[in-house]
Nanobody, 125 residues
Framework: QAQLVESGGGLVQSGGSLRLSCVAS????????MGWFRQDPGKSREFVGG????????YYSESVKGRFTIARDNAKNTVYLQMNSLKPEDTAVYSC??????????????????WGQGTQVTVSS
């Protein structure tokens, strides 16, 4: 059974940085595009950004463009989300998703077949 495990969340002050990791197992990772989403309680998942299976294309929502960077290491079955200049409104549970047929650009969570459990990011003002 494919599994995605996120780590790296925590509490950080406004303006600070965090790097999230998502490690895949039991998955042909290098053939999947990956997406990062975030979710507040009672709200739907929000697309943060994504990366193609090869890593040569990345996509970002307008709310994080210029502050967040996505990268992947297919040798380590890992995708990263580097978050800089964090704001209180970035507070959410962040999850990674894997999509075999997507490009990493899709805002639609249903495109992603596998999901991690998420990691909490809290940004204090």
């Amino acid at each position: 059974q494919a599994q995605l495990v996120e780590s790296g969340g925590g509490l950080v002050q406004s303006g600070g940085s965090l790097r999230l990791s998502c490690v895949a197992s039991e998955l042909a990772f290098s053939t999947y595009s990956m997406g990062w989403f975030r979710q507040d309680p009672g709200k739907s998942r929000e697309f943060v950004g994504g990366i193609s299976w090869s890593g040569n294309r990345t996509y970002y929502s307008e709310s994080v463009k210029g502050r967040f960077t996505i990268a992947r290491d297919n040798a380590k079955n890992t995708v990263y989300l580097q978050m800089n200049s964090l704001k209180p409104e970035d507070t959410a549970v962040y999850s990674c998703g894997a999509s075999l047929y997507g490009t990493g650009s899709s805002y639609n969570p249903t495109v992603y077949e596998y999901w991690g459990q998420g990691t909490q990011v809290t940004v204090s003002s």
